[in-house]
């Protein structure tokens, strides 16, 4: 029913900036709210930000003022703006549907000093 792909990632310096994209090319377009994880070696995944239907956002405390998250005008793709990037950001980052919840590959992210 929903098929996520990211895209995006690379190698970028800090304070650069990069644009990740989540599209859906399944069958569904009936996602309620479109999420950005990412998970760094050794550590949890955690939730960087959402979006709902209603355009609705959230963030994660350590990327609120640095990242944008937002979706494209046909829905069923979703971005994430990604400005002053840090060494910390570098993880692979994953998007993933609510309702129906489905879970992208991810893409690598690396921020180098």
């Known amino acids: 029913q929903v098929q996520l792909v990211e895209s995006g990632g690379g190698l970028v310096q800090a304070g650069g900036s990069l644009t990740l994209t989540c599209t859906n090319y399944?069958?569904?377009?009936?996602?309620?709210?479109l999420e950005w994880h990412r998970q760094a070696p050794g550590k949890q995944r955690e939730l960087v930000a959402g979006i709902t239907l209603e355009g609705d956002t959230n963030y994660a405390d350590s990327v609120k003022g640095r990242f944008t998250i937002s979706r494209g005008n046909a829905g069923n793709t979703w971005y994430l703006q990604m400005n002053s990037l840090r060494p910390e950001d570098t993880a692979v980052y994953f998007c993933k549907s609510y309702q129906p919840e489905y879970w992208g590959q991810g893409t690598q992210v690396t921020v180098s000093s």
């Open positions: 399944g069958s569904s377009f009936n996602i309620h709210t």
